[in-house]
């Protein structure tokens, strides 16, 4: 029984993160309605793997926030304003290894004591993975997992990568959406994101990153 209800547990996160998927495929066509020739200020993410697409006013509507500051004039230099992955840094590595689902913590530390670096990542396979001692099979089929969607969006042209978890990130954007969508007067003033238990923390964890000290109170009422 305990594991039919992780099963389900998971079905229901499963259906989740690909509902926040389509909500971005919608606001990716509401994009499109709304241009008028002038792309650079839509916005194409690749968050851990999972493409979502929004406008930079969307990501900008909190003024005081991390995340208004990494897409403002002042830094925003249309699609780029991250490092691409083959030039992190050993800790960007590690960084985010750790923010991996389901990877033990002292694994990020096996990326760091051998200084993998951005390039070096993208070149990990299965064996290169065992000869940095990550030993469960588990874990190492995740992480050789992950390695590929980040190859595939490292190769991508034209898209901002967010190294956290896309139903965490998913959920604020899709807040950020309905808030500048009500500041248009085009929805009713929105709730504030409703969070599966087992995603609090990291959700929590996440708005802080971007929306430090008092204005996470924007995010989480």
Not at 80 to 98: C, I, L, R, Y
Request: charged fraction near 25%; include cysteine.
């Amino acid at each position: 029984h305990a594991l039919n209800k992780k099963w389900e547990s998971l079905y229901s996160f499963e259906a989740e993160v690909t509902q926040l998927e389509e909500a971005f495929k919608d606001e990716e066509h509401f994009i499109e309605a709304l241009a008028t020739g002038n792309t650079k200020d839509v916005v194409k993410l690749n968050v851990s793997g999972t493409l979502m697409s929004t406008r930079r006013a969307t990501l900008m509507i909190a003024e005081d926030s991390v995340l208004a500051q990494q897409f403002d004039d002042s830094k925003w230099t249309v699609q780029g304003s991250f490092p691409p992955v083959k030039a992190w840094t050993p800790t960007e590595v590690s960084n985010w290894v750790k923010d991996i689902e389901g990877i033990p913590e002292d694994i990020a530390s096996l990326f760091l004591e051998n200084e993998i670096n951005g390039s070096e990542l993208l070149a990990l396979d299965k064996e290169g993975l065992k000869m940095l001692e990550v030993k469960r099979v588990g874990t190492i089929c995740l992480l050789s997992d992950e390695i590929s969607l980040l190859k595939k969006a490292a190769n991508a042209d034209k898209v901002t990568q967010i190294e956290h978890s896309p139903y965490c990130f998913g959920k604020i954007l899709e807040y950020l959406r309905l808030k500048q969508l009500h500041s248009v007067n085009l929805v009713k003033v929105p709730a504030p994101p409703s969070i599966r238990k087992s995603q609090k923390k990291s959700f929590e964890k996440v708005v802080d990153y971007y929306f430090p000290g008092e204005s996470s109170k924007f995010i989480l009422g």
